[in-house]
């Protein structure tokens, strides 16, 4: 947290900011301390580092589908959190000079690291073609969080949603991670594709993501609508922030 605003400045209390021990060795001329108090030449008062945070809030928000390269804060956080969201499965329609049903495709799935994951939610296909593949229209796991979700299932009617993301839709995906609705055909309803999967973790410390380091985040696609006129599901979206 921040130095003081008003009263006293100890050592212990730079040090802690700076995220030593608080009996470390400190000096007014200590480099980090300099950079702390954003004064790097000449004479130094302590009461120059009052309110002064040696932790800078940030946030990095992924919502095009993709793989990227995200470097963890140099100075470190207090508490670092990652959302993750996968793709939306893709919606069914009736292919009518074929005359079958169409399924939509998976939702892509997406990470953080390899290791906060939400899956992309499965296709959808009709109410028919349900009891034959019962993951049909299902929503997508998630794992590695604190909080893992399942997302919604499509229905009839509509997508899947996907928590704290994407409601439930009639038509396209809503962004992030909700399902695409299937397109009616005459008395036999289309299924939507499921929702993907939600996941959320909180970091306090350093032991498993590191200062100063690159960790790879992927952004899952939406699952193709069917060719013969389904909708398709939301991207994915991955938000990491940290304070």
Do not use: C
Not at 143 to 148: E, K, M, P, R, T
């Amino acid at each position: 947290m921040p130095l003081p605003t008003t009263g006293s400045i100890s050592f212990s209390q730079i040090n802690i900011e700076l995220q030593r021990s608080s009996d470390a060795t400190l000096s007014m001329g200590d480099s980090e301390l300099r950079t702390l108090f954003d004064d790097t030449a000449g004479d130094i008062s302590i009461s120059t580092g009052r309110g002064k945070s040696w932790i800078t809030a940030g946030s990095s928000d992924y919502q095009v589908q993709g793989t990227y390269t995200w470097k963890s804060p140099a100075r470190g956080w207090n508490t670092l959190n990652v959302y993750v969201w996968g793709a939306g499965g893709g919606g069914s329609a009736y292919d009518v000079p074929m005359r079958f049903w169409r399924p939509g495709t998976v939702g892509g799935f997406s990470h953080f690291a390899n290791s906060i994951i939400g899956y992309g939610g499965n296709p959808g296909e009709s109410n028919w073609g349900q009891a034959m593949r019962p993951n049909q229209s299902k929503g997508g796991l998630a794992g590695g969080g604190d909080i893992n979700v399942t997302g919604g299932n499509g229905t009839a009617s509509t997508g899947g949603w996907s928590y704290n993301g994407g409601s439930s839709s009639t038509t396209i995906g809503i962004f992030p991670g909700g399902g695409g609705a299937g397109r009616k055909y005459t008395s036999v309803d289309p299924a939507g594709g499921g929702g993907g999967g939600y996941a959320q973790k909180t970091y306090t410390g350093y032991s498993v993501i590191a200062k100063n380091t690159d960790y790879t985040v992927v952004v899952g696609a939406g699952g193709a609508g069917a060719s013969s006129g389904g909708y398709a599901g939301a991207r994915g979206r991955v938000i990491i922030n940290w304070s």
